[in-house]
């Protein structure tokens, strides 16, 4: 018979009448990789830290078990507890980046856990430590960690963050998103890294996401869960060749969706031909850049970080003007600089940014609906207040 590591049973959790867990059983095998996945809010995270034995403020786990290596981590004591986690289980979190505390060098912290359960002496630690930041492919990995958190990427804190999982030697890693706030490039190879590691040092893991194809690179078994139930449960095969339920077949075809060819000639609403742009004189981030973006369609720019995506929305907005090339919106020249657009071009062309900036939305010296605001602006700038032709032309 498999080896058991964990065994979840009808676990059920809740937050005051809600409940968020309702019923959710799986197993994992020792030495295999279980994928959660689901939706937000599906209750991924609070499954896998339930795991460890955890519930965050204000959930409270009022049914069920999960047995590690037999014994119910939900009946522990507090002091139980602490003997268990950063040593026999482990976490790696979403932001690596917000998880480390940024006035300590990483080596510090990745060896923590494993000095403060005294699982091994310090040298020997450390040593343990370079050995998984070469194993995760870090740069410079006897030195790697003399960093401080704020001189490593994205991508590096996550490899680091695994490698402090993995120094004391764990039976089980709960990884929670961790490549999830990263470009997809980066994506790829710590996907990658974290893959091997877990190969190599054959740990037991199980790893969250709400990305079915990221769950299919590492994991053996997918568990698909909706709004704290469970879907579906199999091999990754199963799940991707023959998913049983309507929504793991959706979650299968989104990966798999393709947009029908627009079969009438459509008018180009958007023309950049050759642009250069950058920050500071004599550098360019954008170098002879083109495209045509035609009517009532949607264009996807796609690159890793750092590679000009922003910057290119900021000279199509109008935010940095580009130093040479042509710009043409809607039949017309579109001049580069903001002052010179007219209103009706600046209505026109708007922009959704990454992060809502924290207080854009209540200015309190700013009567009215924040909401509305702009179309006050415009209007009274002079903007017909009807839809403009664009959109009444928008096919659909
Ligand atoms: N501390 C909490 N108090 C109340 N509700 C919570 C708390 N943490 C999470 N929830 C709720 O539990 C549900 C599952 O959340 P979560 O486990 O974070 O989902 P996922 O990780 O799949 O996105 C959500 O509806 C969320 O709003
Ligand atoms: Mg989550």
Redesign the pocket.
Known sequence: MADILLKVSDLEIK?GDTT?VDGVSFELEKGRVLGLI?G???????IGLASLGHS????QITGGRAELNGRDILQLSKRETRTLRGATVTYVAQSAAAAFNPAHRLIDQVIEATLWHGLTGRAEAIERAKELFALLGLPDPKNFGDRYPHQGSGGQLQRAMTAMALCPYPELIVFDEPTTALDVTTQIEVLAAIKQAIATTATSALYISHDLAVVAQVADEILVLRD?RMVERGSVANIFNSPKKDYTRRLVSLRQTEKPAHAEARDNLLSIVGIEAGYTPGTSVLQNVSLDLLLGETLAVVGESGSGKSTLARVVTGLLPASSGRLRFDGQELPGALAARTSDILRNIQIVNQIPRPGAQSAPDRPGDPVASPRLLFRAKGCRPEPSPLCAARPD
């Open positions: 937050a968020i689901g937000s809010g599906a209750g991924k995270s609070t965050h403020d204000g959930l704290g």
